[in-house]
C-alpha cells in the first residue's frame, strides 16, 4: 500500500499502512560535514514499535522570496547512506511502490511532522531534497514530471537538485495556509 502522510499534531501518521513519525532530534552536524547544518535524526514506529530510523543533513538557509524573509530548512536525503535506509524501510514494510514513489511518499511525511508549528514572524519552510545523479546511479527511474528544479529561487549549495516534498508555513498573521 503506497504511504500517505499527513500531519498529525507534532508527528506525521499514515493510518493505512499504521505508520507514525515523530518530531525528529535535531543536532548540530558533526565533522567532517559543514558545522553549520544540522543532522536530523528521526524514528518511524508502526504502533508502539519503532521499525526504523532514519538520519540525515540538512542546511538551515535565511533567503528573500517574494520580497519576504523567508527561513528554509533542507532534510538532504540524496546520500548513499541515507538512501540505504529508506529502501531497507521499504523492504521491511514489504512496500509494492516504485522506489521513487516510496521516497517521495517517506520524505512528504519526514517535512508533514512540521506542519503544525507555531507560526513565527517570518515564513518557513521545510525542504526534502534529493540528487537525481544518485538515483540514477541506483536505477532508480525518475518520473519526468518529478525532474523540477528543488528550488530555483534558493541557493541549496549544492545539496541537491531535485524536491521530493515541502511544507510552507507561513509567517505570523498572514492569514494563509501551509501548503
Known sequence: MPLNFEPHLDSAVDNSNGLW??????????????????????????GEERIAGIGCFGADLQVRSAGQRERVFTLDLGRDWVLDAVLELKRTLNS??????????????????FENRSRVAYDLRYMAITRTALLMERGIAVPAGAAASAS???????????LLAQVRIPARGSGEEGA
Open 21 to 46: 513519525i515523530p518530531q525528529p532530534q535535531m543536532v548540530p552536524a558533526s565533522p567532517p560535514e559543514d558545522p553549520s547544518h544540522n543532522e536530523y535524526r528521526y524514528a518511524i514506529y508502526r
Open 96 to 113: 509494492d511502490e516504485s522506489d521513487f514513489e516510496f521516497l517521495r511518499g517517506l520524505a512528504k511525511g519526514l517535512v508533514s511532522v
Open 152 to 162: 530555483p529561487d534558493i541557493d541549496l549549495q549544492g545539496a541537491g537538485d531535485l
